[in-house]
T-cell receptor
Framework: DAKTTQPNSMESNEEEPVHLPCNHS???????IHWYRQLPSQGPEYVIH???SNVNNRMASLAIAEDRKSSTLILHRATLRDAAVYYC?????????FGPGTRLSVLP | GAGVSQTPSNKVTEKGKYVELRCDPI?????LYWYRQSLGQGPEFLIY????????DSGLPNDRFFAVRPEGSVSTLKIQRTERGDSAVYLC?????????????FGPGTRLTVL
């Protein structure tokens, strides 16, 4: 599975948009890009995933670069509940390889 | 509906003892995964089941770790001769199928402490 690189931490103000970047320069053509987040003392939860095209759901948007070597998770209006560790995962196989993720802090 | 459940939520044991951790996946999910998470790190893959069989056990750290899923639903992770380094949160996840695009639903985890 391809490796991913994310910033260790980011900070945002409440009700402002947040752009969480992820680099995956070794991605292959069949790899999916997944984003999960983990709130304190909970298991990870699904946020969004995509293959080639940008994706939107009720939680977030996923912008995928044309060459697929990077992607950005967009939270349109951060809330205090969005404070979590966000993991970007690139895989084709069944098992996920999690990195250390980005710890997002949301300031009131 | 019910999500993935794991029991116990906490387990404290002594070095050298045997422990069993249980995972109840979402009903109808054929794929089941075990991960281990140490403090400050992302989850680390251990084993993946498709139905009753272990399709990928490449993440099991050594032969003290074993997992079963005899009827294709509930799974048990078994750790023999526990060591202090086994202390971690053990996470279970399930998905509808094993395809890469399927969402994995995670349980709350079992926190294992080996004294």
């Amino acid at each position: 599975d391809a490796k991913t690189t994310q910033p260790n931490s980011m900070e945002s103000n409440e009700e402002e948009p947040v752009h969480l970047p992820c680099n995956h320069s070794t991605i292959s053509g069949t790899d999916y890009i997944h984003w999960y987040r983990q709130l304190p003392s909970q298991g990870p939860e699904y946020v969004i995933h995509g293959l080639t095209s940008n994706v939107n759901n009720r939680m977030a948007s996923l912008a995928i670069a044309e060459d697929r070597k990077s992607s950005t998770l967009i939270l349109h209006r951060a809330t205090l509940r969005d404070a979590a560790v966000y993991y970007c995962i690139v895989n084709y196989g069944q098992n996920f390889v999690f990195g250390p993720g980005t710890r997002l802090s949301v300031l009131p | 509906g019910a999500g993935v459940s794991q029991t116990p939520s906490n387990k404290v044991t002594e070095k050298g003892k045997y422990v069993e951790l249980r995972c109840d996946p979402i009903s109808g999910h054929t794929a089941l995964y075990w991960y281990r998470q140490s403090l400050g790190q992302g989850p680390e893959f251990l084993i993946y089941f498709q139905g009753t069989g272990a399709a990928d056990d490449s993440g099991l750290p050594n032969d003290r770790f074993f997992a079963v899923r005899p009827e294709g639903s509930v799974s048990t992770l078994k750790i023999q001769r526990t060591e202090r380094g086994d202390s971690a949160v053990y996470l279970c996840a399930s998905s509808l199928t094993g395809f890469a695009y399927n969402e994995q639903f995670f349980g709350p985890g079992t926190r294992l402490t080996v004294l």
